[in-house]
T-cell receptor, first 113, second 115 residues
Framework: DAGVIQSPRHEVTEMGQEVTLRCKPI?????LFWYRQTMMRGLELLIY????????DSGMPEDRFSAKMPNASFSTLKIQPSEPRDSAVYFC???????????FGSGTRLTVV | AQSVTQPDIHITVSEGASLELRCNYS??????LFWYVQSPGQGLQLLLK??????LVQGIKGFEAEFKRSQSSFNLRKPSVHWSDAAEYFC?????????????FGTGTQLKVEL
């Protein structure tokens, strides 16, 4: 298995633009998590899905953030409009029923200028 | 609410020396405990996990961790550190039931290895 695949690896965008981050979980995994990592706040859970259904989105910072999982093999995290304070590394992770812990993707480094 | 404390932000050890990274957790029930490692520019990689049974667990890359319920600790150890172990290490706790529920991560410990 190729692991959790995230794209793009790096994204630089101007303030006010829409940004879409993509994630392909490991086949067969039924949980998918989106995390954000910054120096100031560490790893923050934004939202997670179980069987494509959002379970907990309490970590989504504000309405500018949205996430979808239209099928078991694809999820997106969208920021519209983007702001400089959204600059961070965004990780996607997946797991099967939590057994064995999460498998993380390599992350998307987002820079909003 | 569950929480994880990693009291050491930075640790520096010499190559070949032993290593212990501290992790304390707060959790109201039986926890699942994890250690992850993150190399620069990479995602987090699972080093080891504790679910139940033997309180000393072995992981990849020669790491081990010991679960001590009385101290609410899950410290990571390695008898002899290699330069390639320089990275950031995260401890995490999650519920033992309802598998797949969200993990809570500590703030990480940055390990520097001196040659």
């Amino acid at each position: 298995d190729a692991g959790v695949i995230q794209s793009p690896r790096h994204e630089v965008t101007e303030m006010g633009q829409e940004v879409t981050l993509r994630c392909k979980p490991i086949s067969g995994h039924d949980y998918l998590f989106w995390y954000r990592q910054t120096m100031m706040r560490g790893l923050e859970l934004l939202i997670y899905f179980n069987n494509n259904v959002p379970i907990d989105d309490s970590g989504m910072p504000e309405d500018r953030f949205s996430a979808k999982m239209p099928n078991a093999s694809f999820s997106t995290l969208k920021i519209q409009p983007s702001e400089p304070r959204d600059s961070a590394v965004y990780f996607c992770a997946s797991t099967y029923r939590g057994a064995g812990g999460y498998t993380f993707g390599s992350g998307t480094r987002l820079t909003v200028v | 609410a569950q929480s994880v404390t990693q009291p050491d932000i930075h640790i520096t050890v010499s190559e070949g020396a032993s290593l212990e990274l501290r992790c304390n957790y707060s959790y109201g029930a039986t926890p699942y405990l994890f250690w992850y490692v993150q190399s620069p520019g990479q995602g987090l990689q699972l080093l080891l996990k504790y679910f139940s049974g033997d309180t000393l667990v072995q992981g990849i890359k020669g790491f081990e961790a010991e679960f001590k319920r009385s101290q609410s600790s899950f410290n990571l150890r390695k008898p002899s550190v290699h330069w390639s172990d320089a990275a950031e290490y995260f401890c995490a706790v999650g519920p033992a039931t309802g598998g797949g529920n969200k993990l809570t991560f500590g703030t990480g410990t940055q390990l520097k290895v001196e040659l």
